[in-house]
């Protein structure tokens, strides 16, 4: 079945530095993948996607692309701000299937 | 703004009781789903509906049940709530026109 494997946290950065949070996923299928970011208090909400090899998403600075050869997605930011602590779930979407399959989620905290 | 409403914040109910979470959304999606978040394991997929009175079960519906009547509105049930029910649910809705979820704040249960 389809699962996703991303990287355990939580995970504490200075303001300005660089993120990584890595994201590998297996499929039975050609899936779409996902970023969703969770802030404190609130629902789930989309960041990005990607829904075919090689695609970049990208939005609010993060960018991810989907990589089919090492069947990754991993999310990348420059410059973290202390606005971007929250929880990241990584998530695919096989083809012709509508459910999400979610990772365990990384909570990320941005101190000043 | 489009929206995803659950009907309660906060919940604690006793072991053996029906409870009744329900969400509405308005964007006249067809696909609605219920997750389940817990600390270390991310979203689990309890139930998700593709139209008016379809169910399909996700990956634990064990002690759940759902209804449909209505577009708008997914309830989920827990027929006999127990304390390994105890914890955070996310409703969900997407349209396969435009695929992107939306989800409500969610709703914490706690079963004593």
């Known amino acids: 079945g389809d699962s996703v494997t991303q990287m355990e946290g939580p995970v504490t950065l200075s303001e300005e530095a660089f993120l990584t949070i890595n994201c590998t996923y297996t499929?039975?299928?050609?899936?779409?993948l996902f970023w969703y970011v969770q802030y404190p208090g609130e629902g789930l909400q989309l960041l990005l996607k990607?829904?075919?090899?090689?695609d970049k998403g990208s939005n609010k600075g993060f960018e991810a692309t989907y990589r089919k050869e090492t069947t990754s997605f991993h999310l990348e930011k420059g410059s973290v701000q202390v606005s971007d602590s929250a929880v990241y779930f990584c998530?695919?979407?096989?083809?012709?299937?509508?459910?999400?399959?979610f990772g365990t989620g990384t909570r990320l905290t941005i101190i000043p | 703004d489009v929206k995803v409403t659950q009907s309660s914040r906060y919940l604690v109910k006793r072991t053996g009781e029906k409870v009744f979470l329900e969400c509405v959304q308005d964007?006249?999606?067809?696909?609605m789903f219920w997750y389940r978040q817990d600390p270390g394991l991310g979203l689990r997929l309890i139930y998700f509906?593709?139209?008016?009175?379809?169910?399909e079960k996700g990956d634990i519906p064990e002690g759940y049940s759902v209804s449909r009547e209505k577009k708008e509105r997914f309830s989920l049930i827990l027929e006999s709530a127990s304390t390994n029910q105890t914890s955070m649910y996310l409703c969900?809705?997407?349209?396969?026109?435009?695929?992107?979820?939306?989800f409500g704040q969610g709703t914490r249960l706690t079963v004593v």
């Open positions: 990607a829904t075919k090899a090689d």
């Open positions: 509906s593709y139209d008016v009175k379809m169910k």
């Open positions: 964007m006249d999606h067809e696909n």
């Open positions: 969900a809705s997407s349209s396969g026109q435009n695929w992107k979820a939306f």
């Open positions: 499929a039975t299928g050609y899936p779409s």
């Open positions: 998530a695919l979407r096989d083809f012709g299937n509508e459910k999400l399959t």
